[in-house]
């Protein structure tokens, strides 16, 4: 958890919990524990290795792409589909999330 001026992220590796849901509750408790307010809230997760932008209960979930290469497992598992990249995302402390940087490396 980081809060940075008025934009609250959350960076999760995304197994177990990784709901848009699962993460806005968490991060609105530890917003409480904390006496933390933010006007913009993300959460920032990569398990799954494909881009994907959910938003709930003013929370964004912004699932990453991964930069690995499929192996045999992933091949085996099904998860052979997703393409090597990475995201850059640009946030504001004020204005929230700028922008989001798609960036393949096939």
Known sequence: FHVYGRTALVGHHGHGE???V???STLDGWLRDHDLS???RYA???NLHHLQVHEHAGLTLIQQ????ASDVWHTTNGYD???EA???AYFSGEEGLLALRYISFS
């Open 18 to 20: 990784k709901s848009a």
């Open 22 to 24: 699962d993460l806005a």
């Open 38 to 40: 933010a006007k913009h």
């Open 44 to 46: 920032l997760t990569g």
């Open 65 to 68: 792409p991964s930069p690995a």
């Open 81 to 83: 589909t997703s393409r």
């Open 86 to 88: 990475t995201l850059g």
